[in-house]
């Protein structure tokens, strides 16, 4: 820093880069009286007679950490220069670095055309001064109101039956990946979260067909009086959401543009990148676009139990779903012998009728992770024992052996994130423990990576589903013991 302010104007243009290089370094590393002497150099370049020095110098302060004394350099610049493209800047750096001040200043100028700026900074202070939290008990009455409740391509089925099981809901209508619903009486979100095989869940506002007037449209639903109620009965705190555009990359121009609109409408409602507990989705149909609100939980309230994670693990709607195929049980003993995270253990258990499970893998991470999750998932009168063990051992595991088993119930590695040196052996060699552990009338409830029947004359075909497993496309297949 001070080889560049001695150096010649000149120079001083040719080494710019390394204003951007103090905000990145002292942003990770660095004492705190270095950071407060980086902040206090960057604050001078503020005022340097060359307008891309003072640009760099505007991008590079709000790294790290901008304090109110910086919050005010940057107001009075912005007050003095009448530049549009150094106007653009300030606006920018306020965003990230604005508070009350900035708000306060912008209100006093009228804004100025700096609406952006007011909705990011508005959003930045409620997130700092009035935290959200998402009201999972809180009762919302809508009759009509649509929920689409999306989840893996081939499980559709499944979560039509698990809605028609709960009863709150009326299924409307069932797509690809999309199970649509509808709320005939009073709901809460736990209602809607206590099924557990969708991945996610948007509450329809309204639908809107292309037009040239198409963005204003959209913020006219996004703020109507449907949308206000449902925030406002299942948000505490301040009315945050992250506005997307899916499917359609970022599309950061139509975002600002939108959110814009919609701050311009309803100015308690903010567009937050950063924090917000809500996504407003923005998706695409054949005639226009439909507007839903998703909950934005981390973690899944469904899924809280997740310690702890491995590559590979199921993902959880998948290990509900697996759970909920594999039918009903009585006292019975279940055996995952491939069983990562223990995510299939722990969904079927849920269910009920579970005396005992056991899980094995030849990784002894999984196998720790597993047991710290199903001690999370606190399961009352089930007993679990995890073995690092390979699953072709099974004679050696007490309880296991010879016919010791109800269900079997797994994700097996599919090769993709962990390596498999034979997965045709695997997989065969999983019907073949299938055959010998299972009493008569139990179950295999697995998903199959490869298109490979199954020889094991004792375990007669059920059902078969293909299903989209991130690309991979794989069957989730049920036999069911037969004979001794």
């Not at 298109?451 to 497993?469: C, I, Q, W, Y």
């Given at each position: 820093m001070p080889r560049f302010n001695r150096a010649i104007a000149p120079d001083r243009l040719q080494a710019v880069a390394v204003i951007r290089a103090v905000g990145v370094v002292f942003s990770e590393m660095g004492t705190a009286a270095q950071k407060r002497e980086a902040r206090r150099w960057l604050r001078e370049l503020l005022h340097d007679p060359s307008e891309k020095i003072r640009r760099y110098a505007m991008t590079a302060l709000p790294k790290l950490g901008a304090d109110p004394t910086d919050e005010g350099e940057v107001l009075a610049l912005l007050s003095e220069t009448t530049a549009d493209r150094e106007r653009k800047y300030l606006a920018r750096t306020l965003e990230k670095i604005g508070g009350t001040a900035t708000l306060e200043a912008l209100q006093r100028q009228g804004g100025g055309g700096l609406s952006q700026t007011e909705l990011k900074v508005r959003a930045s202070v409620a997130r700092r001064q009035e935290p959200s939290a998402i009201r999972m008990g809180r009762v919302f009455s809508a009759p009509g109101m649509r929920v689409h409740l999306r989840c893996r391509d081939g499980l559709e089925e499944i979560v039509r039956e698990e809605v028609e099981a709960q009863g709150n809901?009326?299924?409307?209508?069932?797509?690809?990946?999309?199970?649509?619903?509808?709320?005939?009486?009073?709901?809460?979100?736990?209602?809607?979260?206590?099924?557990?095989?969708?991945?996610?869940?948007?509450?329809?506002?309204?639908?809107?067909?292309?037009?040239?007037?198409?963005?204003?449209?959209?913020?006219?639903?996004?703020?109507?009086?449907?949308?206000?109620?449902?925030?406002?009965?299942?948000?505490?705190g301040s009315v945050r959401y992250r506005l997307e555009f899916v499917g359609r990359g970022h599309q950061r121009g139509a975002v600002r543009l939108l959110a814009n609109k919609a701050y311009a409408r309803c100015p308690e409602m903010l567009n937050d990148p950063k924090e917000a507990p809500w996504s407003m989705w923005i998706h695409p149909t054949a005639v226009g676009s439909v507007v839903e609100l998703a909950p934005r939980l981390r973690p899944d309230p469904r899924f809280a139990y997740r310690r702890d994670d491995v590559p590979a693990a199921s993902h959880p709607p998948l290990a509900a779903s697996l759970a909920r195929v594999s039918g009903s049980l009585q006292d019975a003993v279940v055996w995952d012998p491939f069983c990562g995270s223990g995510l299939e253990l722990i969904e079927r258990s849920l269910l009920g009728g579970v005396q005992k499970v056991y899980g094995t893998d030849l990784s002894p991470k999984a196998v720790a992770v597993a047991e710290a999750n199903f001690a999370a998932a606190n399961v009352p009168a089930v007993q679990a024992s995890f073995l690092c063990s390979d699953f072709r051992d099974f004679p050696r595991i007490q309880g296991l052996a010879s016919g010791g088993a109800d269900l079997i119930i797994t994700n097996p590695p599919m090769g993709k994130r962990v390596p498999v040196a034979d997965l045709v052996g695997l997989i065969a060699g999983l019907f073949a423990a299938a055959a010998a552990?299972?009493?008569?009338?139990?179950?295999?409830?697995?998903?199959?990576?490869?298109?490979?029947?199954?020889?094991?004359?004792?375990?007669?075909?059920?059902?078969?589903?293909?299903?989209?497993?991130?690309?991979?496309?794989?069957?989730l297949e049920v036999y069911r013991k037969v004979g001794r």
């Open positions: 809901f009326r299924v409307a209508k069932v797509s690809r990946g999309v199970v649509t619903v509808t709320c005939p009486e009073p709901f809460t979100l736990g209602d809607v979260y206590a099924m557990r095989c969708f991945a996610t869940a948007g509450f329809e506002l309204g639908e809107v067909r292309y037009a040239p007037d198409e963005m204003d449209a959209l913020a006219t639903v996004m703020t109507s009086p449907l949308a206000r109620q449902f925030l406002e009965t299942f948000t505490e552990v299972l009493r008569p009338g139990g179950r295999l409830v697995f998903t199959n990576p490869l298109p490979l029947e199954n020889a094991e004359r004792s375990l007669a075909f059920v059902s078969r589903t293909a299903v989209d497993l991130g690309g991979l496309e794989c069957r």
